[in-house]
């Protein structure tokens, strides 16, 4: 079955830079778009970034643009994201996401969800 596994979340001062990572198994390893997304306590979960099955394309939330970068490597069946510059406001639970179709970060909905890895940005 599909497994997604968060990796690389834990607490960083504002100004600081961390690099989350998702290993996937249970289907091909460019079969699906993935993304990320993030919830916040007492905040609806959103959409950070998203990536098509190949890495030719990609989304951002305009909150994130220009400072977090998402990637994959499907040798390796790793999705990342490197979110530099963080804010307080980027704290939160960030989920990795796959779906079969690519999912634009604003209103996808994809099917398959990991677990979740904290980030926690102090000021």
């Known amino acids: 079955q599909v497994q997604m596994v968060e990796s690389g979340g834990g607490s960083v001062q504002a100004g600081g830079s961390l690099r989350l990572s998702c290993a996937y198994s249970g289907f091909g390893s460019s079969s699906y778009s993935m993304g990320w997304f993030r919830q916040a306590p007492g905040k609806e979960r959103e959409g950070v970034a998203s990536i098509s099955r190949g890495g030719v394309t990609t989304d951002y939330a305009d909150s994130v643009k220009g400072r977090f970068i998402i990637s994959r490597d499907n040798a390796k069946r790793m999705l990342y994201l490197q979110m530099n510059s963080l804010q307080p406001e980027d704290t939160a639970l960030y989920y990795c996401?796959?779906?079969?179709?690519?999912?634009?970060?604003?209103?996808?909905?994809?099917?398959?969800w990991g677990q979740g890895t904290q980030v926690t940005v102090s000021s």
């Open positions: 996401a796959a779906d079969w179709d690519f999912f634009p970060v604003r209103t996808g909905k994809p099917k398959y």
